[in-house]
């Protein structure tokens, strides 16, 4: 285990790209250079609030125990071996062009090295301005920073790819923001989340190149980008090899942010990892009653582009704009769009199969596809509540004779009293259901510990979430602390205390079950 002042942090990036070594912190454009150097602004005091032991150990990295070691987290220490710098992007906004974007109040202290050509980068979220903040200030608070380490360390443990946190430090400064964009306002706590990934490379990374007809940085990025992160992909088609690979990657990781009902919320490009990570996480939700239209968005509304069930479309529109700025390496786009089309192949069999699963089924069949689309229908007619739905659906009595007995048994679930036509589209949908489980080769036992490994039982809802948030603001952690413990176990009958639907009086308050960009 290493110390995070004693190691010697490699800089890969800058020194393969060019950029701008200047340290102007003043908000501009920077054509031709792939990221600009940002040091950190010093805060007043750097206080560590969370720290991720299991990130930690697989780094290889030290808690901090000396104040130095706390102030690298928020900023106010940099070694010598660091090179700070904010990466430069573009990328399409809620489907617009939105020109050069870039990390606004991100700011990326070096690549921690773990074996030999891997490393992590480290990237301070909220440590002051950088070239890209336009008219920002580079900071955050400690409402969305601690969603962003609970949720990337939740979806984590979700089997979700995705960054992930190392740390959350509060910054002793308040923060003005308009949480809602309404005119309205106030100070909140400062905080810093310290993010990790192998690269926080975006669609957004190769679009600003392609904008700005930089062919041959375009070029560069993408061999760099294939030969570090896809050193398998090789030969002349490597390009389109690895594009193929993205499309892959995007679509299965569409299929599990649907498995578990998350809702990103902001599916823009400069928001789409070249990895195939979940990675920006502002406005974002599990679902709780379930909506294909929910948005946890205030920005999204009326349109709601990126509600849950548009997802998947949504990341075939990025992935094609991906395309699009890879074509300038091509002398046509025939063969890029052949690609794109494979995401459809990709994505619904993986959908079906991963729903599959979630029911108990020991294969998907044609007739299968049918069920699920019908559990689809049936659950946006009755809107149970997702998680607890799949969970009491595990447990289902498969000798049930009536249609009451049957809403009895997913009462939990359930937000509101259903009529006796949704009674009756359950219980015809439950009958199916049964007859087809009972045509399982597998046990029934076999086949709810299939159920039981891909429907999570506990999930970070934002209410919860809120009420962490409330507490720290008030100097409390209890809350906090329990759910750190719960989000290792998400499959875990552990802590059902959390085992409830979103209660009526958070439906409607702010920060509960929407979200503005604002943080």
Known sequence: ?????????????????????????????????????????????????????????????????EQQEVDILGGNHVTDTMYPYAACY??????????????????????????????????????????????????????????????????????????????LVTTGEPVLRDMFYNGNPAYEPGAIVMRVAPSFLRFGNFEVL??????????????????????????ED??????????????????????????????????????GLTID?????????????????????????????KQPSIAYWNLGCLAGALAPLFPDTKQLVEVLETY???????????????LGLDQVSGEDIKLIKEL????????????????LLIELPLDMTDASAVTQHFKQSLYNDLSETEQEKLYTFIQKYVTRIKANTCSREASQELMRRTSPRFILRNYLLHQAIEELEQGKDDLFTKLQQAMKEPYSDKYDEFFQTRPEWASQKAGCSMLSCSS
């Open 1 to 65: 285990m290493e110390s995070l002042s004693s190691k010697a942090y490699k800089k890969e990036f800058v020194t393969t790209f060019s950029g701008d070594d200047s340290g102007d912190l003043t908000p501009r454009q920077t054509p031709g250079a792939l990221y600009s150097k940002a040091v950190p602004t010093p805060v007043d005091k750097v206080i560590l609030l969370a720290w991720s032991d299991d990130l930690a150990t697989k780094l290889g990295i030290q808690k901090p125990a």
């Open 90 to 167: 573009a990328g399409h906004q809620f489907g617009n062009w939105a020109g050069q974007l870039g990390d606004g109040r991100a700011i990326t202290l070096g690549e921690w090295e773990t074996a030999p050509k891997q490393s992590w980068e480290l990237q301070l979220k909220g440590a002051g301005p950088t070239p890209y903040s336009r008219r920002a200030d580079g900071r955050a608070v400690i409402r969305s920073s601690v969603r962003e380490y609970l949720m990337s360390e939740a979806m984590h443990n979700l089997g979700v790819p995705t960054t992930r946190a190392l740390s």
């Open 210 to 235: 392609a904008a700005r007809k930089e062919i041959e940085n375009l070029k560069q990025l993408v061999n760099w980008t294939i030969d570090r992160y896809y050193p398998h992909i090789t030969g």
């Open 238 to 275: 490597k390009v389109l090899k690895w594009f193929k690979e993205i499309v892959d990657r995007t679509a299965m990781l569409i299929v599990e942010w649907m498995r578990v009902g998350f809702v990103h919320g902001v599916m823009n490009t400069d928001n789409m990892s070249a990895l």
């Open 281 to 309: 996480y502002g406005p974002y939700s599990f679902v709780d009653d379930y909506d294909p239209n929910f948005t946890p968005n205030t920005t999204d509304l009326p349109g709601r582009r990126y509600a849950f069930g």
């Open 344 to 358: 459809k192949d990709v994505y619904w069999p993986n959908y079906y199969g991963m729903m599959g699963k979630k």
């Open 376 to 391: 689809e229908e049936t659950l946006t007619a009755i809107k149970p509540d997702m998680t607890i739905f799949f969970q």
